[in-house]
């Protein structure tokens, strides 16, 4: 495992976001959804898709705190701009689960 530096980690901008919208991405090559997050006024509502579909449906989705990478640059996944990178740990069987807080805070919070 390569190490980082403390000033590296700074550099990766994690924030709590909220779905509001999700839909299925039928045109993704593995099953995947498409997101839609809000993370409050100073960033506001970004896209993203993820193969999370194992675990969540769009209708699961809606209303659930994620936690994402908001300063990626913006990735074309097919048709579709992913403007931000939603985290998850895969389970035993590899699919991925979504980090989430566990105690209600503000949405754009920044992780530290």
């Given at each position: 495992?390569?190490?980082?530096?403390?000033?590296?980690?700074?550099?990766?901008?994690?924030?709590?976001?909220?779905?509001?919208?999700?839909?299925?991405?039928?045109?993704?090559?593995?099953?995947?959804?498409?997101?839609w997050?809000?993370?409050?006024?100073?960033?506001?509502?970004?896209?993203?898709?993820?193969?999370?579909?194992?675990?969540?449906?769009p209708?699961?989705?809606?209303?659930?705190?994620?936690?994402?990478?908001?300063?990626?640059?913006?990735?074309?996944?097919?048709?579709?701009?992913?403007?931000?990178?939603?985290?998850?740990?895969?389970?035993?069987?590899?699919?991925?689960v979504?980090?989430?807080?566990?105690?209600?805070?503000?949405?754009?919070?920044?992780?530290?």
């Amino acid at each position: 495992m390569a190490e980082i530096t403390f000033d590296d980690f700074l550099k990766v901008d994690i924030r709590v976001g909220q779905v509001v919208r999700a839909e299925p991405f039928p045109e993704a090559r593995k099953p995947a959804i498409k997101m839609w997050i809000d993370f409050g006024p100073e960033i506001g509502e970004r896209k993203t898709s993820a193969q999370v579909t194992v675990h969540y449906s769009p209708e699961t989705l809606i209303g659930k705190r994620v936690m994402a990478v908001v300063n990626f640059p913006p990735r074309q996944i097919g048709r579709f701009m992913s403007e931000v990178l939603v985290l998850g740990v895969a389970d035993d069987a590899g699919a991925v689960v979504l980090l989430s807080p566990d105690l209600d805070v503000p949405l754009g919070g920044r992780m530290h």
